[in-house]
């Protein structure tokens, strides 16, 4: 399972449920099928810059962190701006290399933000690869990502 697929489930467990520990998180997603170690889990706690707010029963659960409504075009620009180290297209698609860890939430970004020119977005590590409608999308997408910069 991608990064941003297991993180897209966390956020989905923790606004379901009161996790109140890094334990408690690891045994939700295994219930739901997905193998992970409470290492791995306190690294995606950090990325996601997930906090700590009070529960009913006067615990404390995890949370999104509030600053994190910051809209999707301004969280992709971030991640152009900071993340992306190079830019390449040919034909219909785009080669965008990440900072390591930086390119699965930019291919969420740019598939959640429906850009009519493009297809799809995959990422992994440190690369997203955007198929795009036609070679003229893929130039205006281009242009649109580099705008950004």
Do not use: W
């Amino acid at each position: 399972m991608k990064k941003s697929e297991r993180q897209e489930k966390i956020r989905e467990i923790i606004e379901k449920n009161d996790v109140e520990r890094q334990e408690d998180l690891v045994r939700l997603l295994i219930d739901t099928g997905i193998q992970v170690t409470q290492a791995t889990i306190s690294r995606d706690i950090k990325e996601m810059q997930l906090v700590k707010v009070p529960n009913a029963s006067g615990g404390y659960r995890y949370s999104m962190p509030t600053h994190r409504q910051e809209n999707r075009e301004q969280q992709l620009d971030n991640a152009i701006t900071n993340d992306l180290q190079s830019l390449k297209r040919s034909d219909r698609f785009l080669s965008l290399t990440m900072r390591p860890g930086h390119a699965p939430m930019a291919a969420v970004l740019i598939k959640r933000l429906n850009f009519p020119e493009v297809f799809t977005a995959i990422g992994d590590d440190t690369s997203v690869l955007v198929v795009c409608q036609s070679n003229e999308d893929a130039v205006r997408f281009e242009q649109i990502l580099t705008n950004l910069d």
